[in-house]
């Protein structure tokens, strides 16, 4: 196939829409696919993508500006027409647009005119945001804007099954489920370190992990409730506008930085308990991660999380903004190791056939579905 991705996020920012687009377009690429991209453009970023199999495809770059206040997000506007060249340039069988909104957004309209079905990818929960941001009456624009663009795709993918309904809920159409990937050749209870956990908790100590957005949507600061739990160790991986802010709210907390490869898997292996507070997730792919390195998950009862945890077995779901919840699931699997241990080892389990090639192919059956359905639409038109 022919691929164009368009993608409203992308390196050298590292988020879950980059990382997505990266797993599959290296798939992609190692099957021989013919591959585009199009994405915002940053200072000194790269025209070419090498990929793990050592093909380069190109990146063709649009203007953009920072986001007021969260700059390592980039908005990208261009008009349709001058979007629907660069398309036309490359000759797509199908367009897939990762969690299309601005750029996303034009490229669905310019597609249309150029009759390429359109595949879209919902996977950032921007009504939330702007309510998490202090901007609750953006939340119904939002979602006019999302509609918008998700219905003029051919097909449309949620990430979980609450997201799912979420979405069909606001009036949007044509939504299928696509989950997410997980290296499990990378994170796995292998990597656990006993030498690197030394560097953040004490022996006695349990140790807690988040690895995320120090942002205001992934709501860290809720994780006060552990950090001031007697004999636990909280260890914050990542980073983001809020990290001053969580250091001094939790003083104790361990803040190790952005991490990425067999460093980050690591970290994940070498904790006891995976803890993620925020209830904007439309998947949760940290989470995923998580399981796959042998960790019991806590998370929100909302979003993503719902489809990825099994209470009782891999770890426990609490009631959104119930922090008491939070902190009696933590002390149940921290203190009892016989029991953490079992729901890490069926956590594990519950992941280890969601890898990457599985689920890229599964995105090329929805391709072609979307390349027949548009040709019964304009048949039917």
């Not at 990929?51 to 008009?79: K, L, N």
């Not at 879209?120 to 804007?145: C, K, N």
């Not at 070498?270 to 998947?283: K, M, N, R, V």
Request: net charge positive; hydrophobic share 45%; charged share 25%.
């Amino acid at each position: 196939m022919r691929i164009l991705f368009v993608s409203e996020s992308f390196l050298p920012h590292m988020n879950g829409v980059t990382n997505s687009v990266l797993r599959v377009v290296d798939h992609f690429a190692a099957a021989g696919d013919d591959l585009g991209i199009i994405a915002p453009a940053w200072p000194g970023a790269e025209k070419h993508l090498r990929t793990s199999c050592g093909r380069r495809v190109r990146v063709r770059r649009i203007a953009s500006a920072p986001m007021p206040g969260y700059a390592e997000v980039r908005i990208a506007a261009t008009s349709a027409a001058a979007l629907r060249r660069r398309i036309d340039d490359f000759q797509p069988d199908v367009i897939h647009l990762a969690s299309p909104m601005v750029l996303g957004g034009r490229a669905v309209v310019a597609a249309q005119k150029l009759g390429i079905p359109t595949v879209a990818v919902y996977q950032t929960d921007i009504p939330g945001y702007t309510a998490r941001y202090g901007m609750p009456f953006l939340e119904s624009a939002s979602w006019q804007l999302l509609r918008d663009v998700h219905n003029r795709a051919t097909v449309n993918l949620a990430p979980s099954r609450a997201t799912g309904d979420q979405m069909r809920a606001h009036g949007i159409e044509r939504v299928d489920l696509w989950r997410r990937g997980v290296d499990t050749s990378l994170f796995s209870p292998a990597l656990r370190s006993e030498a690197l956990r030394a560097r953040y908790a004490r022996p006695e100590e349990r140790l807690v992990v988040y690895v995320g957005r120090l942002a205001a949507e992934k709501q860290v600061e809720d994780l006060k409730v552990i950090h001031d739990m007697p004999g636990v160790r909280l260890l914050i991986v990542g980073d983001g506008p809020e990290k001053e802010a969580l250091r001094r709210l939790m003083p104790r907390a361990r803040f190790a930085g952005f991490r990425t490869g067999t460093d980050l898997a690591a970290h994940l292996a070498s904790a006891d308990l995976f803890i993620h507070p925020g209830e904007l997730e439309t998947f949760g792919q940290t989470i995923q991660e998580a399981m796959a390195s042998g960790l019991p998950v806590i998370a929100p009862r909302r979003g993503g999380p719902v489809d990825l945890v099994a209470p009782s077995r891999t770890g426990w779901l609490y009631t959104p903004g119930m922090l008491d919840e939070l902190r009696g699931g933590a002390s149940d699997l921290l203190f009892d190791d016989a029991k953490r241990r079992a729901f890490g080892r069926a956590a594990e389990e519950s992941v280890r056939k969601r890898t990457w090639p599985v689920l890229a192919e599964q995105l090329r059956g929805f391709y072609r579905q979307a390349m027949r359905e548009h040709g019964r639409i304009r048949a039917a038109h």
